[in-house]
């Protein structure tokens, strides 16, 4: 099993959905990421957090820790939200985890 | 302000040929350096880490080996590639290690070994 699980593998969505990601993790960890990765392949870092909740524009992470878990949301979502985003975590020394990303298509 | 260059973007080399990749960091002294591979259809995999200068630490055993020659240089070499060293390599740095810390993305490089 990975240390890293994302939900769902793929997600297709119509413009203006309410997109939701979700991220479970089975190791103790410093910090946990939201990256995006576009088709060229270039990575994006969204958000780093170790707890609570952060928003940037259209964007929600939040995590629960005594849950281990992490969910990523898109608000009003946009074809150019179409992208693969990827959960990693952060341990106690110089190591990410990843999952495996979850594939988003948004639709006009 | 900081930025990370990784190059060359895509590269399509064949069996048995060497492979250098290299990544640079500007505005930050003593960067924490990764490289990561993505094979296809599974998630970034840590190769290598460095702490410093001539400092290299290998999370996995492979084909591959890392240098760090400069403060702000990670390369990335092979001396004869695999069919299996196809995917796509990036590179990353961070101000501290692990803890609590953002990590920044170069933009990668395509790997086609034929």
């Known amino acids: 099993k990975n240390e890293v699980e994302q939900s769902p593998q793929n997600l297709t969505a119509q413009e203006g959905e309410f997109i939701t990601i979700n991220c479970s993790y089975s190791?103790?960890?410093?910090?946990l990421h939201w990256l995006q990765q576009h088709p060229g392949g270039g990575i994006v870092s969204l958000f780093m957090?170790?707890?609570g909740k952060k928003k940037h524009g259209r964007l929600i992470a939040t995590i629960n820790i005594q849950e281990k878990h992490s969910s990523l949301h898109i608000t009003a979502s946009h074809p150019r939200d179409s992208a693969v985003y990827i959960c990693a975590v952060s341990k106690n020394n110089n190591d990410m985890r990843f999952g495996a990303g979850t594939r988003l298509t948004v639709k006009p | 302000s900081q930025t990370i260059h990784q190059w060359p973007a895509t590269l399509v080399q064949p069996v048995g040929s060497p492979l250098s990749l290299e990544c640079t960091v500007e505005g930050t002294s003593n960067p924490n350096l990764y490289w990561y591979r993505q094979a296809a259809g599974r998630g970034l995999q840590l190769l290598f880490y460095?702490?410093?200068?001539?400092?290299i630490s290998s999370e996995v055993p492979q084909n591959l080996s890392a240098s760090r020659p400069q403060d702000r240089q990670f390369i990335l070499s092979s001396k004869k590639l695999l069919l299996s060293d196809s995917g796509f390599y990036l590179c990353?740095?961070?101000?501290?290690?692990?803890?609590?810390?953002?990590?920044?993305f170069g933009q990668g490089t395509r790997l086609t070994v034929v």
């Open positions: 460095s702490v410093g200068i001539g400092q």
């Open positions: 190791v103790g960890i410093s910090a």
């Open positions: 957090l170790s707890s």
């Open positions: 990353a740095w961070s101000v501290h290690p692990g803890i609590s810390t953002e990590a920044f």
